[in-house]
C-alpha cells in the first residue's frame, strides 16, 4: 500500500479522511491519499506565496543544484517510481521504466536550460525620439505557479512543468492527476528531501473540482500551468483572471500515407502510434489518410503489425498495452466504434472489450461526419480515410478544431515542404507518426489544442517574464 501525504510547503501532513485509488489492472487498491478541500489550496497558496519572497536570495546555481540532485535521486530509484506508474495508472511496466528515463533527462534539460537563459541589450538611440542609455532586458521568475497534470504521464509531465518553474526561481503548488496521487508525491518527496532544496517552495494538494477550482481563482498565482481537456481548460480560461497561462489541451492527431512510402516501415510506426499507451495520449495517431492506390495493402499490413502487440498484463516486460484508466473509458471506446460501425465503418480488427481492457481497433471507410474521427477519442482506437491525393488529406486532416501534431510518410520532397507549411498543428513530423515528441522541442498546439509551449527551454519563458531595464 502506497500512503501519499499533502505538502504544505516542506512540511508532509495526513488527514483523517482519505481517498483509494484501485490498480486499473486488478482492482486492488494501491495507494491511498489525504482527500483535500479549498482550505488546503489556500493554506499551500499561502505558504507559497511566502516562501517565494524569501526565497529571491538564492541564487540560480542553487537552483540548479537542486534540480540535477532530483534527476540523480529518480535516476537511482527507477524501478520505485516505475512501480508506482504501473500500479496507479496500468502502464506497462517498461513504458513506465521509458517514462521515469525520460522525467529524469527532463528535469537535466531544465537545469541547462536556466544556466542558458539570457536577455540582451536594446538599441535606445536607434530611432529619431530615442536617445543613448545602456538598456537591456531580463526574465525574472513569475512568482507563484500552480501545476495541473494528468494521468497519462504522471511523472514526465508533471516534471514537464516542476523542473522548468522552480529551477527559474518560481514557488510551486502542484496538484498532480486525481488517478495517481501517489506518482506526484513520490517526485514531491524526491524535491523535498533533496539536501539542495529550498524550503517551501514546493508544496502539494489533492483534489478534483473544488481544489482546482480554488488554485486557479486565487489572486496569488501568477501563472496556471495546465494538462488535460478542452473542457476543464475551457474553464480555467474563463475562470482564472489576468493571469498568465498555458495549456496543453487535447488532440485528434493525424497522418497522411502518400504512395510513394515505405507502406511496411510506415504500417509498423503507426501500429505504435496508435496503440501506445492504450491510446492515453495527447497526440496519439486517430485518423490515417491513406492514398486511395495503396488503401487496402496498407490496411492489411497495418492489421499484421497490430497484431503483433500483446495485450495483457502491465507487469510483464513484453506487454505492450494494459487496460484503460477505468471502466467508463473501455466502454465509451466500445460505444463509439459500435456507432461508426453502425454508420457503416468496417472493422479491419474487430472491437473486442474485456473490462477494463479495450483491445486494438482499426475502422476503415470512416467518413469525415463520424464522433470517431471528428473527437478525442484517447483510447486504442484509428481511422482509416480513403484519399485521392496529399491535397484532399491536408484538407481533411486540417479540418478539425485541435491542432496539436501532424505527420507525413512520404519519399517526395516537394509534399514534406508542403506539408510543413500546409499543417495547422503545433508540431510537423515526417515519415514518423505524429506521437513522436523529444522532451527537449517545444511541445503546444494551435486552435482548441492549447495556449504556450513547454519543452525545458520554452517553458522556462512561459514561468518568466520580461523586466526591461534603462540606465540613462
Not at 377 to 398: G, H, Q, R, T, W
Amino acid at each position: 500500500m502506497q500512503e501519499a501525504k499533502i505538502y504544505y510547503g516542506s512540511v508532509p501532513v495526513s488527514k483523517e479522511e482519505k481517498g483509494e485509488i484501485k490498480s486499473p489492472f486488478n482492482d486492488q487498491v494501491v495507494t491511498i491519499f489525504p482527500k483535500c478541500s479549498a482550505e488546503d489550496a489556500k493554506k499551500a497558496l499561502k505558504i507559497a506565496k511566502d516562501a517565494f519572497e524569501k526565497s529571491k536570495e538564492f541564487t540560480l546555481a542553487k537552483r540548479v543544484e537542486w534540480i540535477k540532485d532530483v534527476a540523480k535521486k529518480i535516476k537511482e530509484d527507477k524501478e520505485e517510481f516505475a512501480l508506482a506508474i504501473t500500479k496507479e495508472v496500468g502502464k506497462p511496466i517498461t513504458f513506465s521504466r521509458v517514462e521515469v528515463d525520460r522525467c529524469v533527462e527532463t528535469l537535466e534539460l531544465s537545469a541547462e536550460a536556466a544556466v542558458n537563459l539570457v536577455g540582451e541589450t536594446i538599441n535606445t538611440d536607434a530611432t529619431s525620439s530615442g536617445k543613448k542609455s545602456v538598456a537591456f532586458y531580463k526574465r525574472v521568475p513569475v512568482g507563484v505557479v500552480v501545476a495541473i497534470t494528468p494521468f497519462n504521464f504522471p511523472l514526465n509531465l508533471a516534471a514537464h512543468k516542476l523542473g522548468p518553474a522552480l529551477v527559474a526561481g518560481n514557488s510551486v503548488v502542484f496538484k498532480p492527476t486525481p488517478e495517481a496521487p501517489y506518482t506526484g508525491y513520490l517526485l514531491a518527496k524526491t524535491f523535498i528531501e533533496s539536501e539542495y532544496a529550498i524550503a517551501d517552495m514546493l508544496s502539494v494538494v489533492y483534489g478534483d473540482a473544488e481544489v482546482g477550482s480554488a488554485l486557479v481563482t486565487s489572486d496569488i498565482p501568477r501563472k496556471i500551468s495546465f494538462t488535460g481537456s478542452v473542457q476543464v481548460g475551457e474553464i480555467i480560461t474563463k475562470s482564472a483572471g489576468i493571469k498568465k497561462i498555458s495549456l496543453e489541451l487535447g488532440g485528434n492527431a493525424a497522418t497522411f500515407i502518400d504512395k510513394s512510402a515505405d507502406l511496411s516501415y510506415a504500417a509498423s510506426r503507426c501500429a505504435v502510434g496508435a496503440f501506445v499507451n492504450s491510446g492515453q495520449v495527447c497526440i496519439s495517431l486517430q485518423r490515417i489518410y491513406v492514398h486511395e492506390d495503396i488503401y487496402e495493402e496498407f490496411a492489411q499490413k497495418l492489421a499484421t503489425e497490430t497484431s503483433k502487440l500483446k495485450v495483457g498484463d502491465p507487469y510483464e516486460p513484453d506487454t505492450f498495452m494494459g487496460p484503460l484508466i477505468n471502466e467508463d473509458a473501455a466502454i465509451r471506446a466500445q460505444n463509439w466504434v459500435n456507432s461508426a460501425i453502425e454508420a457503416g465503418a468496417r472493422a479491419i480488427l474487430p472491437p473486442k472489450r474485456e473490462g477494463r481492457y479495450f483491445y486494438p481497433a482499426i475502422l476503415a471507410d470512416v467518413t469525415d461526419d463520424m464522433k470517431i474521427v471528428c473527437e478525442e477519442v484517447f483510447a486504442p482506437i484509428v481511422s482509416l480515410v480513403k484519399v485521392k491525393n496529399y491535397d484532399e488529406a491536408i484538407k481533411k486532416m486540417n479540418d478539425s478544431p485541435y491542432g496539436l501534431q501532424f505527420s507525413i510518410f512520404t519519399n517526395d520532397l516537394g509534399l514534406t515542404k508542403r506539408f510543413i507549411d500546409d499543417a495547422e498543428a503545433g508540431g510537423v513530423v515526417i515519415n514518423d507518426i505524429p506521437t513522436l515528441r523529444f522532451d527537449i522541442q517545444p511541445y503546444g498546439g494551435v486552435k482548441l489544442s492549447g495556449i504556450g509551449r513547454e519543452g525545458p527551454k520554452f517553458a522556462i519563458e512561459e514561468f518568466t517574464e520580461i523586466k526591461s531595464v534603462v540606465i540613462l
